[in-house]
Each structure stands twice: as C-alpha cells, then as structure tokens.
C-alpha cells in the first residue's frame, strides 16, 4: 500500500491498552468535527463525529471529546486492537463554501501484541 | 451501493502528458471533492462540487480542472502532468450540511 505520512507523529501502543489522539484545530468558527481512520492503501473510514455544541461524543470503543476553549479534539481508543493499527485524522468544519474540510495533519498509531 | 468509485486505481505519466481521474458515487450525494495525499502532508483539498454542473476551487488547483456534468459523477484532470503531481488522489461524496464525507479508495499517481 501508500506511504501515508512518512512523517507522521507516531502512538505506540500495547494491545488491550486505551489509546489517546490529540489534535489542536485554529479555526474558532468550526462547528463540526470527524474523526477518520485510514489503513495502508485505502482511503479514509469515517469513525466518530461531534458538533460543537457537545463536549463528548461516545461510540464504540471510541469516544470523542471537544473543548473549544482551547479549540483541541482527542480521540479515545478503548482496548486498542491490532486492527486500530493505522493513520488517524482529525477534520473540522465551519460549513462555510461547500461545507469543506480541513483536515489535520493524522497520527500514526501502531499496536504492539 | 458500491459507494464511491475511482478509476483508474494506479498511473503512471511522463511529465507534460494529459489525464483524467473518474470519480463516480451512487449514494445521491451533492457535494463532490477531490483531494491530494501526499507523505506528511495529510489530505488537501484540489476542487469541489456543491451540486451538478458547478465547480469550485479549493487549496491547491493549479494544474488541475474538474467537471461534474452528472450528479455522480466527478471527473478530475490533468492537462500537463508535472513531477510535482505525483500524488495520491482521493474522491470523496457527501449528501448535504453537516455530515461525513465518504471517500474513494484513491488512485496512485506517478509523473516520471
């Protein structure tokens, strides 16, 4: 597959333990945020979103949490899995021309059995 | 559904060469993007569609020109390939305001 982000930060994590994905986001005006999950070779999986008028968002085995005073997302894994193995993306949007999004610039999470 | 579809999956181009990238989507979705990938660079948006036969500009368009005469599809092209171009593309739907955008499986690109 691609090399997606040969730069990318990198969470090295044991199986069984919770991950923890931060992304700072500069836009004040945004008010819908995804999270994405992107394996080798493939394009982007839709995982978890939250509007900004919410704080916290849950899943399963993910949750989402939103402070907007600092203007940060974080992603929460629950008992990373081998397959939780890839490049995760933060996205915002204000909805502003074409409701486009600005993506973040993905952390690379590797899982360690 | 097949969802969104991109064709061709790899190409390679000799620079100054000519392309065209089909994006094509069967969910009804009205918003159209197609984004680059590059290594450590994350996903930037080239051009976008907010419905048939309209086209926008987004964060990097220069060498490149979109069409959408169909709603599902989007088509993305290269007039004269540079190095520079070498890229994954990705394609991506949405259906409307607020929601997750659902991306293609991308096409590797290589301008040599």
């Known amino acids: 597959g691609e090399s997606v982000g040969l730069h990318l930060p990198t969470l090295s994590v044991q199986e069984g333990d919770n991950s923890i994905i931060n992304c700072a986001y500069s836009?004040?005006?945004?008010?819908?945020f995804i999270w994405y999950k992107q394996e080798s070779g493939k394009g982007p999986q839709f995982i978890i979103d939250?509007?900004?008028?919410?704080d916290k968002r849950q899943g399963q085995r993910v949750t989402v949490l939103l402070n907007k005073t600092v203007k940060h997302l974080s992603l929460q894994i629950a008992a990373t899995q081998p397959g939780d193995s890839a490049v995760y993306f933060c996205?915002?949007?204000?909805?502003?021309?074409?409701?486009?999004?600005?993506f973040g610039g993905g952390t690379r999470v590797l899982v360690k059995p | 559904n097949a969802g969104v579809t991109q064709t061709p999956k790899f190409r390679v181009l000799k620079t100054g060469q000519s392309m065209t990238l089909l994006c094509a989507q069967d969910?009804?979705?009205?918003?159209m993007y197609w984004y680059r990938q590059d290594p450590g660079m994350g996903l930037r948006l080239i051009h976008y569609?907010?419905?048939?036969?309209?086209?926008a500009k987004g964060e990097v368009p220069d060498g490149y020109n979109v069409s959408r005469l169909k709603k599902q599809n989007f088509l993305l092209g290269l007039e004269s390939a540079a190095p520079s171009q070498t890229s994954v593309y990705f394609c991506?739907?949405?259906?409307?305001?607020?929601?997750?955008?659902?991306f293609g499986p991308g096409t590797r690109l290589t301008v040599t």
């Open positions: 969910m009804n979705h009205e918003y």
């Open positions: 991506a739907s949405m259906f409307g305001g607020r929601d997750e955008q659902y």
């Open positions: 569609s907010v419905g048939e036969g309209t086209t």
């Open positions: 836009n004040s005006a945004s008010d819908y």
């Open positions: 996205a915002e949007t204000s909805g502003a021309a074409g409701n486009k999004l600005t």
């Open positions: 939250i509007r900004s008028n919410m």
